[in-house]
């Protein structure tokens, strides 16, 4: 039987259990199976290309997979959809905790990645749904922010780590994990469908703007208050609508630029200082995990103390809190480039060296605080950006494939094309390459204030159409009323005569 959560707030039950419970252990995945690769690659005997791969499997499913589950949650129930994804990913998980065949591993990884995509696309839209408005931003910030997968990869990196250095093998972490999540199964049977839906019931804006102008009662709608509208658009159709959104293609453009800047300084980070400034493996870590965590932590609280509205006025403020927050990190970024420059001379000078590296640390710190803020409420405006609440769970899909590719996926990989163009085959050194490969990666800071820029833009085409149907709505209603007005009055002429 279903459990009726009478003695706790059933949202935030909910929240707790499956936007971040269920989150951080499927990211914990990924820390795992970074901590235990080289235990992993000597008792299999993989080759270098083959452990590549395997770990790349998991983002290449959530990749492929987040439109596909946008598209699913239109037209299945929401709690099936999740329990099946949960089932196969836990599953999967055991499966590749305990198989020690290379193809069945590497099947389970893809499956791993491809079912925790699903959770990516649906906790922004339930969080959407049925999140407190004054809790709204610090919930999806937690959720899809970065905070549970931060989480969530530090958890499987230290338990990893951890077993496998007291001489147990690679497989415990992973075993862990899935009896977590078989765990958090159950809660999930358990939980009412009720509680998991993720499409809006209220009426639509157009719609409201009809009943207002018309004086009509909203009790009484014009039309169908739950539009099925998306549902009947074949894929082609949905994806013609969503391009010709600008709001909503600049929204995620914006958040992929953040996770871009995210993903590429945690890959470049210990090669910078080790290079640049010849501090060891263990300072160059520790620099990381101090820096990303307080920056990223002031960043959310900012973020979190922005209150979302849903009109003309609310969305022109989030945007220009996300702009400034990209205009800092932009400021950041060339705080970098200035710590940086005096590294790069050929007999860089040694009392230099302390202040130019306390420079870059906050540069650094302040493109964090601006990358970190912003996910959450950028997540909430692609949302927003959709009219059509049955169109939003494939437009969700549509954002997460995006940061998914362009963030995640490029963020590590177009500083490492940089590096290598430039040592290979212009014979640059080791530090100039990483260098340049880091301000490579900043410069998706200035791809997110741009992007806002341009949809603050957009805000106010849409605002100027939206002013437009109001003059027509309105100019037909009274039309409307002086025709019946006419009429009635002939009508008495009519009787008294």
Same mark, same amino acid.
């Given at each position: 039987?279903?459990?009726?959560?009478?003695?706790?707030?059933?949202?935030?039950?909910?929240?707790?259990?499956?936007?971040?419970?269920?989150?951080?252990?499927?990211?914990?995945? +990924?820390?795992?199976?970074?901590?235990?690769? @080289?235990?992993?690659?000597?008792?299999?005997?993989?080759?270098?290309?083959?452990?590549?791969?395997?770990?790349? &499997?998991?983002?290449?499913?959530?990749?492929?997979?987040?439109?596909?589950?946008?598209?699913?949650?239109?037209?299945? @129930?929401?709690?099936?959809?999740?329990?099946?994804? *949960?089932?196969?990913?836990?599953?999967?998980?055991?499966?590749?905790?305990?198989?020690?065949?290379?193809?069945? &591993?590497?099947?389970?990884? %893809?499956?791993?990645?491809?079912?925790?995509?699903?959770?990516?696309?649906?906790?922004?839209?339930?969080?959407?749904?049925?999140?407190?408005?004054?809790? %709204?931003?610090?919930?999806?910030?937690?959720?899809?922010?970065?905070?549970?997968?931060?989480?969530?990869?530090?958890?499987?990196?230290?338990?990893?780590?951890?077993?496998?250095?007291?001489?147990?093998?690679?497989?415990?972490?992973?075993?862990?994990?899935?009896?977590?999540?078989?765990?958090?199964?159950?809660?999930?049977? +358990?939980?009412?469908?009720?509680?998991?839906?993720?499409?809006?019931?209220?009426?639509?804006?157009?719609?409201?703007?009809?009943?207002?102008?018309?004086?009509?009662?909203?009790?009484?709608?014009?039309?169908?208050?739950?539009?099925?509208?998306?549902?009947?658009?074949?894929?082609?159709?949905?994806?013609?609508?969503?391009?010709?959104?600008?709001?909503?293609?600049?929204?995620?453009?914006?958040?992929?630029?953040?996770?871009?800047?995210?993903?590429?300084?945690?890959?470049?980070?210990?090669?910078?200082?080790?290079?640049?400034?010849?501090?060891?493996?263990?300072?160059?870590?520790?620099?990381?995990?101090?820096?990303?965590?307080?920056?990223?932590?002031?960043?959310?609280?900012?973020?979190?103390?922005?209150?979302?509205?849903?009109?003309?006025?609310?969305?022109?403020?989030?945007?220009?809190?996300?702009?400034?927050?990209?205009?800092?990190?932009?400021?950041?970024?060339?705080?970098?480039?200035?710590?940086?420059?005096?590294?790069?001379?050929?007999?860089p000078r040694p009392d230099l060296?302390?202040?130019?590296?306390?420079?870059?640390?906050?540069?650094?710190?302040?493109?964090?605080?601006?990358?970190?803020?912003?996910?959450? %409420?950028?997540?909430? &405006?692609?949302?927003?950006?959709?009219?059509?609440?049955?169109?939003?769970?494939?437009?969700?899909? *549509?954002?997460?494939?995006?940061?998914?590719?362009?963030?995640?996926?490029?963020?590590?990989?177009?500083?490492?094309?940089?590096? @290598?163009?430039?040592?290979?085959?212009?014979?640059?050194?080791?530090?100039?390459?990483?260098? %340049?490969?880091?301000?490579?990666?900043?410069? +998706?800071?200035?791809?997110?204030?741009?992007?806002?820029?341009?949809?603050?833009?957009?805000?106010?085409?849409?605002?100027?159409?939206?002013?437009?149907?109001?003059?027509?709505?309105?100019?037909?209603?009274?039309?409307?009323?002086?025709?019946?007005?006419?009429?009635?009055?002939?009508?008495? @002429?009519?009787?008294?005569?």
């Amino acid at each position: 039987m279903a459990l009726t959560f009478a003695m706790v707030e059933p949202q935030r039950l909910v929240f707790a259990l499956f936007c971040l419970l269920v989150p951080v252990f499927m990211a914990y995945n +990924g820390g795992a199976t970074a901590a235990t690769v @080289d235990t992993i690659q000597r008792e299999e005997q993989w080759s270098p290309a083959g452990i590549g791969l395997l770990g790349a &499997m998991d983002k290449l499913g959530m990749t492929i997979a987040a439109a596909f589950w946008g598209y699913m949650l239109q037209r299945c @129930d929401a709690k099936t959809l999740l329990c099946t994804g *949960l089932l196969t990913n836990a599953g999967s998980t055991m499966a590749f905790g305990t198989l020690r065949n290379p193809v069945a &591993m590497t099947v389970a990884k %893809l499956l791993i990645g491809f079912t925790e995509s699903l959770q990516w696309v649906w906790a922004p839209l339930w969080i959407g749904q049925w999140a407190p408005p004054a809790l %709204l931003p610090i919930w999806m910030n937690l959720s899809g922010g970065g905070v549970a997968s931060g989480i969530g990869n530090g958890l499987g990196t230290i338990i990893a780590g951890f077993t496998t250095a007291q001489g147990y093998s690679y497989e415990l972490a992973f075993q862990i994990e899935a009896s977590v999540l078989f765990a958090l199964l159950v809660a999930l049977l +358990g939980t009412s469908a009720q509680r998991l839906i993720i499409h809006s019931p209220l009426v639509s804006r157009s719609k409201m703007r009809v009943n207002h102008l018309a004086h009509e009662s909203l009790e009484e709608p014009l039309v169908d208050t739950q539009p099925r509208e998306a549902a009947q658009l074949q894929v082609m159709s949905q994806l013609r609508k969503l391009w010709g959104n600008p709001l909503f293609c600049r929204c995620a453009l914006a958040y992929a630029s953040a996770n871009f800047v995210n993903s590429a300084l945690q890959f470049l980070w210990v090669r910078i200082f080790m290079e640049l400034w010849h501090l060891n493996k263990d300072y160059s870590v520790g620099s990381f995990l101090m820096i990303s965590a307080f920056a990223g932590a002031l960043g959310i609280l900012a973020a979190s103390c922005q209150r979302v509205e849903h009109d003309y006025l609310g969305k022109v403020s989030t945007l220009r809190f996300v702009h400034r927050a990209f205009s800092g990190a932009v400021l950041g970024a060339l705080v970098v480039g200035a710590g940086i420059l005096p590294q790069l001379h050929p007999a860089p000078r040694p009392d230099l060296q302390l202040k130019s590296l306390l420079l870059t640390w906050l540069g650094l710190g302040m493109v964090f605080v601006g990358v970190t803020a912003v996910p959450g %409420l950028l997540q909430i &405006m692609c949302i927003e950006s959709v009219e059509e609440p049955e169109l939003r769970s494939f437009a969700t899909g *549509l954002a997460q494939g995006a940061n998914n590719f362009l963030g995640f996926a490029m963020g590590p990989l177009i500083p490492q094309l940089v590096m @290598d163009i430039l040592q290979i085959h212009l014979g640059w050194g080791l530090q100039k390459a990483l260098a %340049l490969a880091l301000f490579t990666a900043l410069l +998706g800071t200035c791809m997110g204030a741009v992007s806002t820029t341009l949809a603050v833009a957009a805000i106010g085409r849409c605002s100027e159409c939206d002013f437009e149907t109001d003059c027509a709505i309105s100019t037909i209603s009274h039309v409307s009323s002086a025709e019946t007005e006419s009429f009635s009055s002939q009508t008495v @002429d009519r009787s008294v005569l």
